[in-house]
């Protein structure tokens, strides 16, 4: 009899033990588009299939106003900020680079000379260890040491970021050699299927011309343009890139890779090879799939929003994201898998095509604006108290400072002052002001303060007026293609989707999302606990409700 009551109880037990594991996916995939506006889902729905971003807006869940709510919006702030449910005023990835005072120099974001380069002589020095905080990925990995994490891409710090601290592999691009890399944080050889991966393609002999994928008629953006960057190699930003040509006239070939359409369709077939060898999603452990394409954002830079070649680029990624979403159907089940997409930042229209077009925006050019700076400091101080100047954090040189026994923030305030006055100049706050939380009672500032690491950001932070940029010198190049990192909507306003089990499909979700919330819906699809520093909301919608 006994025996017969410890058979039902276990049979319990397990049972139980087996419904609450089942709760939770096979597997996640968390895919970024690296530079991807909000309005590029609708503007640019004539060239898409409907098995790539539609099938994800008529079956999951769109969540159409999320934004990002601090600056700067760059790549790795983005990253981290995704997947660490925090901003950078937590996760201290101010910048994809920032300046370190005792190096006198500035350094990446995951820059880490403590490790080497593992598949290649290059590209490789580099590890999570700047992230302050851990990540959802690593809380994964913390409540279930089972589950395997891997994370991919073409830039570095597009991989190591979502990946986190704990990542069972991360693998991103070397321009050098043209492989994928990873660094000895993580492992001291690289997989045999990541070694087999990379001798299928090289760039120098396996690069072909982008040529338009649709008939001409299908395109609305116009292709010649004086606003978009001419590569080298090129005579005009026109259709065909006869990339081989390019690169027998001088251009590098692992560089066009990267702002060539191919890449992101290497990339997709690196993620499918790493759900086959990696043997994610195959038992009761929840596995994590990290991709981020990086190439819309390298192609972006160039050719700018208002672009052909970002219309025919997004053309080709709908059907690379098709080709994703079969595979991860045939393994999974529709039911196996849950799915997000967005992007680590949008992207301002080219300046020099808004002054054309009498809209507000343009240059604000560093090298002669900094002068001033500097002949001002002079002129109050008798010396040049400027350090450094990076992601419009302005860096005062403190030991000079302190050497002449001034008050770091009443020169700080002078130098907010004198900024004050160029009318390029939107917002400006001194460490006093973010350190203080006066910043808080207005919008900009709080994002700015958001967007804040002491240890890390500059004495002095400003911000331009919408639709102008920060360029170096005032030279013809300086008025071609376009970048990213304001407040403004333009480089906030991301594109959000959901998909998989128990997402609701078909639902346009409008009420404000930040992009802290991703991982904060997460952590109850996940049943995990909440992250180090997360301060992200989960989306509600989204997560089952008891009856």
């Not at 990267?258 to 043997?279: G, K, R, V, Y």
């Amino acid at each position: 009899m006994k025996n017969a009551v410890l058979t039902v109880f276990v049979f319990f037990i397990n049972f139980a033990f087996s419904a609450q594991t089942t709760k939770a996916p096979k597997i996640v995939v968390g895919i970024v588009i690296d530079q991807m506006c909000y309005d590029y889902l609708y503007r640019f729905s004539h060239v898409y299939t409907t098995g790539g971003f539609n099938r994800l807006m008529s079956k999951g869940t769109n969540c159409r106003n999320t934004q990002y709510n601090y600056v700067p919006t760059y790549t790795a702030p983005g990253h981290a900020s995704i997947y660490a449910g925090t901003t950078p005023s937590n996760h201290g990835i101010v910048g994809n680079d920032w300046y370190v005072r005792d190096l006198k120099k500035t350094v990446t974001s995951v820059s880490d000379s403590r490790f080497a380069t593992v598949g290649s002589l290059t590209g490789g020095q580099a590890a999570p260890m700047n992230l302050l905080t851990y990540t959802i990925t690593d809380q994964l990995k913390m409540a279930s040491p089972q589950s395997k994490v891997i994370s991919i891409s073409i830039k570095d710090r597009g991989a190591i970021l979502p990946g986190g601290h704990l990542s069972d592999g991360s693998y991103w691009y070397d321009y050098t050699s043209g492989d994928f890399v990873t660094s000895t944080f993580y492992t001291d050889a690289l997989p045999s299927w990541v070694s087999r991966f990379n001798a299928k393609f090289d760039p120098s002999k396996d690069l072909r011309t982008w040529r338009l994928l649709l008939p001409e008629s299908t395109y609305l953006m116009a292709d010649a343009s004086p606003y978009e960057v001419v590569l080298t190699g090129k005579s005009s930003a026109t259709f065909p890139y006869d990339f081989p040509a390019m690169i027998a006239a001088g251009a590098t070939a692992n560089n066009l890779f990267t702002i060539s359409p191919q890449a992101n369709e290497i990339l997709t077939d690196f993620a499918i090879q790493a759900l086959e060898n990696e043997n994610l999603g195959q038992d009761q452990f929840t596995d994590f799939l990290c991709l981020s394409y990086s190439t819309p954002d390298i192609a972006g830079h160039a050719f700018g929003p208002y672009s052909r070649e970002l219309e025919d680029m997004y053309a080709r990624l709908d059907r690379e994201l098709q080709r994703l979403f079969a595979s991860l159907e045939t393994r999974y089940g529709k039911d196996g898998f849950v799915l997000f997409l967005t992007a680590d930042h949008a992207v301002v229209p080219v300046p020099e095509m808004l002054v054309k077009m009498k809209l507000p925006g343009g240059y604000f050019f560093l090298n002669d604006r900094l002068q001033v700076l500097r002949d001002d400091f002079i002129m109050k101080y008798n010396a040049d108290l400027l350090e450094f100047e990076t992601n419009q954090n302005i860096y005062l040189n403190l030991a000079k400072i302190d050497s002449l026994k001034l008050d770091i923030d009443e020169v700080a305030a002078f130098a907010a002052n004198e900024l004050r006055k160029w009318p390029e100049i939107k917002t400006v706050l001194t460490r006093e002001q973010l350190r203080s939380g006066a910043a808080q009672t207005d919008y900009w500032g709080e994002l700015l303060r958001n967007g804040y690491d002491e240890s890390r950001s500059g004495e002095v932070i400003f911000l331009l007026q919408p639709g102008y940029l920060a360029k170096e010198l005032d030279e013809p190049k300086a008025h071609q293609g376009t970048s990213h990192g304001s407040a403004f909507n333009y480089d906030t306003h991301v594109p959000l989707l959901w998909y998989g089990k128990g997402i609701p499909q078909g639902l346009d979700l409008y009420e404000p999302i930040q992009i802290t919330d991703i991982s904060a819906t997460l952590v109850h699809l996940l049943n995990l606990q909440r992250p180090g520093s997360m301060t992200g909301n989960p989306i509600l919608p989204l997560l089952p409700t008891k009856k």
